[in-house]
């Protein structure tokens, strides 16, 4: 964790939150001063993780395919600490091994539904009330596989290559109201997602380490940080852009 407190007073409501990657958001944004709305569709996770986050964190249910949900989710966080400083879209839904040929239709809108017009969604609600804020930080979590194609993983892929582009064009609209739009995409991470492939983590890390330069897959924590960075002041100066925290798999 950090000493540093970069975030200190501001509001951050983060989607899919209830664990995984979503969950080391909250807990790195609480360590950094941030109060935190931690918005998932799975009510009960996300309360057990307010608990032990404390009274600078918030739960709310939000089913981000839904606009009226969208819309409560990102009232609620103006009702309970008075402003939104910054969104971190990380909701996705599971994915299915498929090819366009075999892919369900259901399956594809499912996962394009959550992922990106997820994004769409909370960003409707949100940009007005981060403007209204002075301005702040929006946050998507992204994927290398936005960026390189990996084998019957179509709606995945899909998804996360038009939350990236997304990214840029809501960078370009939203300058003026001093809100800065950036994704992340990280490579394989040691979240709950990877079970349904795996035994295990090490298992999961045997199996997907060596495609990363570094030789392993990434910790939650370590996705949490490159979010704290973006949601600082320290990337005052980045808008715009897809940070990669992948382990240089995207190199190869």
């Known amino acids: 964790m950090t000493d540093m407190r970069r975030l200190e007073g501001k509001v951050i409501l983060i989607t899919g939150a209830a664990s995984g990657i979503g969950a080391a958001i909250a807990h790195r944004c609480v360590a950094e001063g941030a109060r935190v709305v931690c918005a998932d569709y799975d009510i009960e996770p996300a309360t057990k993780l307010v608990d032990?986050?404390?009274?600078?964190?918030?739960?709310?249910?939000?089913?981000?395919?839904?606009?009226?949900?969208?819309?409560?989710?990102?009232?609620?966080?103006?009702?309970?600490?008075?402003?939104?400083?910054?969104?971190?879209h990380n909701a996705a839904a599971p994915s299915t091994s498929a090819t366009v040929v075999d892919l369900d239709e259901s399956a594809w809108r499912n996962e394009i539904d959550v992922g990106l017009t997820g994004a769409f969604l909370m960003s409707k609600f949100a940009v007005p009330l981060i403007?209204?804020?002075?301005?702040?930080?929006?946050?998507?979590?992204?994927?290398?596989?936005?960026?390189?194609?990996?084998?019957?993983?179509?709606?995945?892929?899909?998804?996360?290559?038009?939350?990236?582009?997304?990214a840029k064009a809501m960078a370009v609209d939203h300058a003026p109201d001093k809100i800065r739009v950036n994704s992340l995409s990280p490579g394989a991470v040691a979240t709950t997602r990877l079970l349904r492939r795996f035994a295990d983590f090490e298992a999961a890390n045997a199996g997907l380490g060596p495609a990363h330069l570094l030789g392993r897959?990434?910790?939650?924590?370590?996705?949490?940080?490159?979010?704290?960075?973006?949601?600082?002041?320290?990337?005052?100066?980045?808008?715009?852009?897809?940070?990669?925290?992948?382990?240089?798999?995207?190199?190869?």
């Open 52 to 88: 032990a986050l404390g009274s600078s964190a918030a739960a709310c249910r939000c089913d981000v395919t839904n606009i009226e949900s969208a819309k409560s989710a990102v009232d609620f966080a103006e009702q309970k600490f008075g402003r939104l400083d910054g969104l971190v």
């Open 131 to 166: 403007a209204a804020s002075g301005g702040g930080s929006i946050v998507f979590i992204g994927s290398q596989f936005g960026r390189v194609a990996t084998t019957r993983a179509v709606a995945y892929c899909a998804a996360k290559a038009g939350l990236i582009h997304l």
């Open 217 to 252: 897959i990434a910790e939650p924590d370590e996705i949490a940080a490159a979010a704290a960075f973006l949601l600082s002041s320290d990337a005052s100066f980045v808008t715009g852009s897809d940070m990669l925290v992948d382990g240089g798999y995207a190199t190869r």
